[in-house]
């Protein structure tokens, strides 16, 4: 099984293993989980999952109202 590595940044497969930097993991629901990828030139770009951090935004923000 070969290993298919996608740019987080751009959303292109990275041919050369050389050029692929380990940038982030996302944690699974019901498994271990997910690395995430970018080219070596696109790491400094790639910034968290904008929806994640809304929905962790809004759970803050109830939770600090509550108490």
Not at 36 to 41: G, L
């Amino acid at each position: 099984m070969t290993v298919r590595r996608v740019c987080r940044y751009c959303d292109e497969p990275i041919l050369n293993p050389d050029d692929a930097v380990l940038v982030a993991h996302e944690g699974g629901n019901s498994g271990p989980g997910w690395n995430i990828w970018a080219r070596r030139v696109h790491a400094d770009l790639v910034g968290p999952d904008p929806a994640a951090v809304r929905f962790r935004a809004r759970v803050l923000l109830v939770q600090a109202m509550r108490s």
